[in-house]
């Protein structure tokens, strides 16, 4: 397995709110964007990180969605409190996407809009649902599907860790076949890029250079976001 990660802090916002985890040892990524007036996001997003980061253990799919769901808990615990207990972090939260690779294997958790996508053979799916209303709204047939990559409620979120004292995950399970990308990212990405945008850019094996055009992409397009990317190929 290969991997790289890149955070870029773009061209508007003063500083990165993001924060991503390669552990190639144990075959987890992670990649979290936080939200929170002044510097509440960054540290919703690098406690996550650092929690999931310090908890996650597994042999195996099962324990592997077992360990996800009890550290990712825990960070959402303690991020809710430090936001209740520390005026200047009132309301911090952040999204997570995380991924753990068992040989074949792809068990991925998520909450918030930062995605997870897997590119195979020339095709690429996202894997990964955004939690916004915008999505929402798409489920209950008030917009289309043509009409929700600009909505404005496409950055309302519905769920994200640290905003209640509970927090619900969504799982995703999937076979992997050697040659395989799975691709994490934050919403500073997907915001300017479609998957096609990011497909046409999986255009050599070079991932370091991937992930650069990618950014680099995003970046002509605006970048009026954090951007972050992990990018691993089995």
Request: charged share 25%; with cysteine; proline share 1%.
């Amino acid at each position: 397995m290969i991997s790289t990660g890149i955070s870029e802090i773009g061209l508007v916002r003063k500083n990165n709110e993001d924060s991503f985890l390669i552990d190639n040892d144990r075959g987890l990524f992670i990649v979290c964007d936080g939200m929170g007036g002044h510097k509440g996001g960054e540290v919703a997003s690098g406690l996550t990180i650092n929690i999931v980061g310090q908890e996650v253990r597994f042999r195996n799919s099962e324990e592997a969605i077992h360990s996800l769901k009890k550290a990712i808990e825990k960070a959402n615990h303690e991020i809710w409190l430090k936001g209740r207990t520390e005026p200047e972090l009132f309301n911090m939260g952040t999204t997570i996407i995380a991924a753990a690779i068992i040989e074949n294997h792809l068990v991925a958790a998520n909450v918030g809009d930062s995605s997870l996508y897997l590119i195979r053979s020339g095709e690429i799916h996202k894997i990964s649902r955004d939690h916004t209303l915008a999505e929402s709204m798409l489920d209950d047939g008030i917009l289309k599907p043509e009409g929700i990559r600009n909505n404005n409620y496409n950055h309302i979120l519905t769920r994200a860790i640290g905003i209640e004292a509970s927090v619900e995950i969504d799982f995703f399970t999937r076979d992997l076949q050697c040659g395989d990308y799975i691709l994490l990212c934050s919403d500073g990405l997907t915001d300017l890029l479609d998957a096609q945008d990011i497909l046409q850019t999986m255009n050599h094996d070079n991932i370091d250079l991937v992930t650069k055009s990618l950014v680099q992409l995003a970046l002509d397009r605006g970048g009026h976001d954090n951007i972050t990317i992990i990018l691993a190929g089995i």
